[in-house]
């Protein structure tokens, strides 16, 4: 009889213990699904605050306010690792600029000089990771650079504007000009600024100033195909209808395909076919919009070596393809 009431004990036990894993699961699907349900009506708030605000479309563009270096201190270049470095401001029309002169590390690299003015994407700063390695190949192959913080990025005053940026640029081109003492002069830029690139470029050759080159990596035919092919942008463009109309306030916003066509300066665009932010088709849709006009002077070189969005300067044939340019241009 006690064997039997030990036996129906532990059967209850049993199943005490199986429903309360029952239970637990089930509490912690009701928790994922609270969860998921927040983040749902979040993201939802979120897109509709952007879809309606052209304001908020114009901070996610330039993202000045993101920077993961904020507590770094840009007038100290060298602790970049950068050899020859001196920390500038440039007088802009918004206040100062700040700049980083990166010049070669040792004569014995220059084959050919050149000036390049670098003009970053969005988000942070002149110091970010990134950029800092692509100063260090280009003055390691004889180079001189001048890194720019466009207004309302890193320590530069101001706050950013598509005009406000090609001045900036202007800025810049106007200080190498005076100091490059006749050697060619190109510009770098990479995302967004290679959108600022191609419109600087557009104003100097209009202007009739000297300008070899331009460069830029990860670049986009316009804003508004951009952000349809960003990542953040899926979900909502996939679900809603019509979205793209929701954008007709930024269409005209960093129109790269329509600046291009007006450049005569040689132009050499870099992609790599992994790029998870600008989607590499778009830059083939700049380049066809550049050759709608019959312009030979723009290339496209596509990488495939999962360099992604900010990592061409690790491309293993970076050095000769820009040596070739310049040598081609200068």
Known sequence: MKEKKDKVGKEDDEGA???????????????????????????????????????????????????PLWSANLTDCQSFGLLKCENMYLDGKAGKLGAWLISPGSPQYITRGAYFIYLHGNMGSRAMEHRVQLYKRLSKMGYHILAVDYRGFGDSDGWPTEIGLLEDGLVAYDWIRERSKGLPIYIWGHSLGSAIAVRLAHRLNQDKKLLNGVIFESGFNNMTDAIMRSPLAFPASAILPNFESYLDDVKYTLRTSYWIQQVTSPIMMYHDISDHIIDINLARKLFLHAKEVGSGNVNIIEFDEELYHQDIYRAKNIKPLVREFVRNTS
């Open 17 to 67: 213990k199986q429903e309360n894993v029952i239970k637990s699961w089930w509490w912690l699907l009701q928790l994922a699904w609270e969860i998921a349900t927040v983040l749902l009506i979040i993201y939802a708030a979120g897109v509709a605050m952007v879809l309606y605000s052209t304001s908020i479309k114009m901070e996610i563009i330039f993202s000045n306010r993101i920077n």
